[in-house]
């Protein structure tokens, strides 16, 4: 299974523009990534800073699997981005409830899950955001980057590719997707 990418220079938020896509067009399955999101929103309604030259990625497919709840949805999403991050970086990777993602304490990735009902169909937004090059200061928030960690410079083409990789490999056993 393919995901279909959607890609933009500029937009508010990657998860909005992932349910405008599945409102206006046919397609129930794909990937929205962005260079700059200017509202892109975190969990419970906070903001996600969105610096240039990080990853900003939505995947959108239809919830076919009854049997998954949101918090088990959130965990395999949570162990597929750390799958992702440890192809960069041998330091350990921690989750921190319900969908951060950890290096020496610092937070380098956040997960935003909506399910929405469409035209009568279940659906799943995930939003992920990787700080790659650069890392909001957040007070009270320690939060890092890839190419800090790594002392590497990696390339966000790279990183979007291998994601999508292993989203499709598991979408298709996950919520039986063909």
């Known amino acids: 299974m393919k995901l279909k990418k959607f890609k933009f220079k500029?937009?508010?938020?990657?998860?909005?523009?992932?349910?405008?896509?599945?409102?206006?067009?046919n397609y129930t399955l794909g990937m929205v990534v962005?260079?700059?999101?200017?509202k892109g929103r975190g969990q419970y309604g906070r903001k996600?800073?969105?610096?240039?030259g990080n990853l900003?990625?939505?995947?959108?497919?239809?919830?076919?699997?009854k049997n998954l709840s949101i918090n088990t949805i959130t965990?395999?999403?949570?162990?597929?981005v750390k799958k992702l991050l440890s192809k960069f970086t041998k330091k350990k990777i921690f989750f921190k409830?319900?969908?951060?993602?950890?290096?020496?304490?610092?937070?380098?990735?956040?997960?935003?899950?909506?399910v929405i009902l469409i035209k009568g169909k279940k659906f799943l937004i995930t939003g992920i955001g990787i700080n790659i090059i650069k890392n909001p200061n957040i007070r009270?928030?320690?939060s890092t980057n890839l190419q800090q960690v790594?002392?590497?410079?990696?390339?966000?083409?790279?990183?979007?590719?291998?994601?999508?990789?292993?989203?499709?490999?598991?979408?298709?056993?996950?919520?039986?997707?063909?």
């Open 75 to 80: 965990k395999i999403n949570c162990l597929l």
């Open 48 to 52: 996600w800073i969105s610096s240039k």
């Open 140 to 142: 009270n928030y320690p």
């Open 10 to 25: 500029k937009i508010k938020s990657t998860n909005n523009t992932a349910i405008r896509i599945i409102k206006e067009t």
């Open 150 to 178: 790594t002392k590497k410079s990696i390339s966000k083409l790279t990183i979007e590719n291998k994601l999508k990789e292993i989203f499709e490999k598991n979408l298709t056993k996950l919520f039986k997707i063909k």
């Open 97 to 114: 409830k319900p969908n951060d993602l950890l290096i020496n304490k610092k937070k380098i990735s956040g997960i935003l899950q909506e």
């Open 34 to 38: 962005a260079e700059t999101q200017i």
């Open 56 to 65: 900003f990625v939505s995947f959108f497919n239809e919830l076919n699997n």
